[in-house]
């Protein structure tokens, strides 16, 4: 095939195939791929009025594979609108597959960054930069002289073929790029580069290595920003053992960057997300200043039932707004979510040692409850479609005000009793828990973004039912809406 054929034919095979999924565990307002399987998002970017999110495609089959840049616009981030393929592994430099990476406005236009993945043989590869760029932000052109970073600007103490998701921004005059990369000892760090025209670049330093700072030594989808008087890194992070994946994780740090020594000063490391389907974050900055994330909502060592007669697999988050606390970050859903919020209810009571039930119809829902803690007590939220047979259907939401410890258990076609566990501190006895269900994941968030937990979920019924009980005394103020998007 020509290069363009190749992109073409990508195109013409998601147009034939887009209508050939099982709705079933589809989202409702969450951005996904139109088939295929997606997984991190790309070129997260505001431009001329709309917000745009590219992401890694494999638009053939629900499996991982040749890589493809997906691409959807949406006015609200809630609701999205899918555009032909940007980008296709057609060139010499990227035939094994456009990896993942970024995207900045310089000119009017959208410049993309990405990874070129050129495989040699059965087991070798190696990886270089790339630009593409448009002008009506959906056609994309190939920069000529690409790769803009080649393997000979790979410094000697990183590996000749880990070195991918360049993630771009400007500070003061000039353009930087963090690249992912692993020490020659196999140790996860972050590559800084530096340009004045986003053409030809300069490698200044390593700003950070993972000397015992976490576990898991590849790290890979970096992003470095300001925000308040700190800056903050992210990166995710898995743990190997050979060729399996054991963990995936995503963390954060803050601290100070030094953009002429090329260092990162760290104060803090955490994890950004306490659940087990969050991976792959990407910030952006639009025209309000706010520093908006959004991230692939499943992960490496998960299941993905819907590879298996569904067509399609893998969605991103409902995009988050990102605020500094102290040292570390709080996290909130955009709020134009609240625009689709409809069947309001509100309910306060007094519980000891008793139950509110709540029947809901909607596949989505938005509920924030507020717990205040007059005793030692837990309690425990619980969705499920049938009370007499919840504990093989069910999400279980726990909180013991004793222990300090928050626990999301789930039963679903999945998993029997998975369990999640995060401590929280409680300020004046309270706790504050705002959920959102979709038809396949929750996102939780708690004391106003202080922790979230992302998982996805597949019922084996629909939920229907919604319990709150509480062993101990403690008052309950509950809001709930219906979702319709």
């Known amino acids: 095939m020509k290069n363009s054929e190749i992109l073409r034919y990508a195109r013409y095979f998601v147009s034939n195939n887009r209508d050939k999924v099982n709705n079933k565990y589809r989202l409702k307002f969450h951005l996904m791929g139109e088939c295929g399987w997606v997984n991190d998002p790309n070129g997260f970017i505001f431009f001329n009025g709309l917000y745009h999110c590219f992401f890694q495609y494999n ?23 899918h555009l032909p393929i940007a980008l296709a592994p057609d060139e010499e430099y990227d035939k094994g597959g456009c990896f993942s990476g970024s995207a900045i406005e310089k000119d009017g236009k959208i410049y993309l960054m990405y990874t070129g993945h050129v495989e040699v043989g059965s087991s070798e590869y190696y990886q270089t930069q790339c630009i593409a760029y448009s002008i009506d932000g959906v056609n994309f052109v190939k920069y000529r002289r690409n790769p803009v970073i080649s393997t000979k600007d790979i410094p000697e103490n990183a590996s000749k073929r880990d070195f991918r998701d360049p993630k771009v921004f400007k500070r003061d005059d000039f353009y930087y790029v963090v690249i992912a990369s692993q020490s020659q000892k196999g140790k996860g760090q972050i590559l800084l580069y530096r340009s004045s025209d986003l053409f030809h670049w300069e490698y200044v330093n390593v700003i950070l290595r993972n000397d015992n700072i976490l576990e898991g030594d590849v790290w890979e989808c970096p992003d470095l920003f300001r925000l308040g008087e700190k800056d903050v890194l992210l990166f995710s992070a898995q743990k190997k053992e050979d060729s399996k ?39 952006t900055i639009d025209q309000q200043e706010r520093r908006l994330m959004i991230a692939w909502m499943d992960n ?37 979510i609240e625009k689709y919020r409809k069947s309001g209810m509100i309910v306060e009571k007094f519980l000891s040692n008793d139950s509110i039930y709540l029947t809901f119809d909607s596949e989505c829902l938005e509920t924030e409850v507020d717990l205040f803690f007059i005793t030692p007590a837990q ?29 999301l258990i789930i039963n679903d076609l999945v998993f029997s009793e998975e369990r999640q566990e995060v401590k929280i501190d409680l300020k004046r006895d309270k706790l504050n828990l705002r959920f959102f269900l979709d038809k396949s994941s929750i996102e939780i968030f708690v004391n106003e973004g202080e922790k979230v937990l992302t998982n996805r979920v597949y019922p084996l019924e629909k939920y229907n039912t919604l319990k709150i009980n509480s062993e101990g005394n403690c008052k309950v103020y509950l809001r709930k809406w219906d979702l319709e998007v």
């Open 59 to 81: 638009p053939f089959e629900p499996f991982w594979g040749p890589t493809y840049w997906g691409h959807a616009v949406s006015k609200d981030l809630v609701k999205w609108e």
């Open 300 to 336: 490496w060592n998960c299941p993905f039932p819907t590879q298996q007669g569904h067509n399609w697999a893998g969605a991103f988050i409902l995009p988050r707004e990102l605020f500094l606390r102290g040292d570390g970050l709080s996290i909130k859903p955009v709020r134009e």
């Open 245 to 283: 994946i054991i963990s995936s994780e995503t963390f954060y740090c803050t601290g100070k960057m030094d953009f002429e020594k090329g260092l990162f000063d760290l104060y803090n490391c955490e994890k950004l997300d306490w659940g087990k389907y969050f991976y792959a974050p990407q910030t």
């Open 379 to 407: 309690v425990e939220i619980e969705l499920c479609s049938n009370l007499s047979a919840s504990s093989n259907n069910s999400i279980k939401i726990l909180y013991n005000n004793v222990s300090k410890k928050l626990q």
